[in-house]
């Protein structure tokens, strides 16, 4: 997906964080979350898209995120009719700390140039959803209020799918301030972390 491309819902210029989780950036960091705006992408249930992130530009040279912003990456699904409101939800991949690595997610993008591959469900409904990805630097975690979350919002249409029924949460109620995901201390090993938030679906 290309930044600011035609299947990305409209984000800041400036490229800052979400730090308050009472935020309505928090969904997608747009305040402007009409869907008509944006195109959407089509995929198919089972297949893998690339997703990318980039800190200036689209190159292999750009380094993606600051190598100081380490932390998870996410990303959430939610039928477009929703428009990402109320118990709208669901998790279909997430990635905080490779300890056979040791590194991670945010290293592993920067590694990949920014790229990362993610299944999309067969064990969901055909239609359009919001699709939703997040980065969450803990750089300084270490403090309530102080990880700074990065989403961003795009559209798709799936086919193929076989139908399915995961559970569906609110993106403002899926953290907690105090979570021990969201509040950590980087000087932890990170074999330590826990992933916050809602498992994946399907189960893993």
Same mark, same amino acid.
């Given at each position: 997906?290309?930044?600011?491309?035609?299947?990305?819902?409209?984000?800041?210029?400036?490229?800052?964080?979400?730090?308050?989780?009472?935020?309505?950036?928090?969904?997608?960091?747009?305040?402007?979350?009409?869907?008509?705006?944006?195109?959407?992408?089509?995929?198919?249930?089972?297949?893998?898209i690339v997703l990318e992130w980039h800190h200036n530009d689209a190159s292999d040279?750009?380094?993606?995120?600051?190598?100081?912003?380490?932390?998870?990456?996410?990303?959430?699904?939610?039928?477009?009719?929703?428009?990402?409101? =109320?118990?709208?939800?669901? *998790? %279909?991949?997430? /990635?905080?700390? #490779?300890? $056979?690595?040791?590194?991670?997610?945010?290293? &592993?993008?920067?590694?990949?140039? =920014?790229?990362?591959?993610? *299944? %999309?469900?067969? /064990?969901?409904? #055909?239609? $359009?959803?919001?699709?939703?990805?997040?980065? &969450?630097?803990?750089?300084?975690?270490?403090?309530?209020?102080?990880?700074?979350?990065?989403?961003?919002?795009?559209?798709?249409?799936?086919?193929?799918?076989?139908?399915?029924?995961?559970?569906?949460?609110?993106?403002?109620?899926?953290?907690?301030?105090?979570?021990?995901?969201?509040?950590?201390?980087?000087?932890?090993?990170?074999?330590?972390?826990?992933?916050?938030?809602?498992?994946?679906?399907?189960?893993?």
């Amino acid at each position: 997906m290309n930044p600011r491309g035609k299947y990305i819902r409209p984000y800041p210029k400036s490229n800052g964080p979400v730090r308050d989780l009472n935020s309505p950036l928090l969904l997608c960091r747009t305040e402007g979350m009409a869907p008509e705006l944006t195109e959407i992408m089509p995929v198919v249930a089972g297949s893998e898209i690339v997703l990318e992130w980039h800190h200036n530009d689209a190159s292999d040279m750009d380094n993606v995120i600051s190598p100081s912003h380490r932390g998870p990456c996410f990303v959430y699904m939610a039928p477009m009719e929703s428009n990402g409101i =109320g118990n709208s939800w669901f *998790k %279909i991949y997430e /990635q905080g700390f #490779n300890a $056979e690595k040791n590194m991670w997610c945010t290293d &592993i993008l920067r590694e990949n140039h =920014g790229k990362l591959s993610v *299944k %999309i469900p067969t /064990q969901i409904n #055909n239609g $359009e959803y919001i699709l939703r990805t997040e980065i &969450i630097a803990l750089h300084n975690a270490k403090a309530v209020g102080e990880a700074q979350f990065y989403p961003n919002c795009a559209q798709v249409r799936v086919t193929g799918a076989t139908s399915g029924n995961p559970e569906l949460y609110p993106i403002d109620l899926i953290y907690n301030a105090t979570d021990p995901g969201i509040l950590f201390d980087k000087k932890n090993a990170g074999s330590t972390y826990i992933i916050p938030g809602p498992p994946v679906y399907p189960p893993q």
